[in-house]
């Protein structure tokens, strides 16, 4: 499982021009489920990213976790990050999981998030979003759950 997270002062998801769902500070999570991801996976990165000391306390340091930052998530699917681009010029998703279980995971991993008390928005599993962020720092990471 494969997350890139991004601190943002606000971001958005819309779908076909409606707006889905918006939160202000807090971090965009685009989650990729790869084949042969288990909940131990999404459990590792609920685990990781919740507290993850990645916003400023008083000193503008990196100390502050998500959760106790008070921020929300915004979480968007995204199987292209499970792409492999190594060879020739168009991306391989054989990596990803099938389309049933990665909603699942996707599913799981969101209502974790929830159960960890972070306050969470969601994108719609497999659709054509389109999300707007205003990025802060900027602050992003990559975690790939294989590599714990």
Not at 45 to 66: A, H, T, Y
Request: with cysteine.
């Amino acid at each position: 499982m494969i997350a890139v997270i991004q601190r943002v002062h606000r971001a958005n998801v819309t779908i076909e021009g409606l707006t889905r769902a918006c939160i202000n500070t807090g971090l965009v999570i685009l989650l990729g489920v790869t084949a042969g991801d288990m909940e131990a996976d999404a459990d590792f990165l609920v685990d990781k990213i919740g507290g993850l000391r990645i916003f400023p306390d008083e000193k503008g340091k990196m100390n502050i976790s998500l959760k106790d930052s008070g921020g929300a998530a915004l979480i968007i699917s995204q199987f292209t990050l499970c792409g492999d681009w190594r060879k020739g010029r168009r991306p391989s998703f054989t990596g990803a999981a099938k389309p049933d279980e990665g909603e699942r995971l996707y599913d799981y991993f969101c209502d974790h998030m929830r159960l960890a008390e972070i306050p969470v928005e969601t994108g719609k599993f497999g659709a054509m979003m389109d999300v707007s962020l205003v990025n802060d720092g900027p602050v992003t990471f990559v975690l790939d759950s294989k590599q714990k």
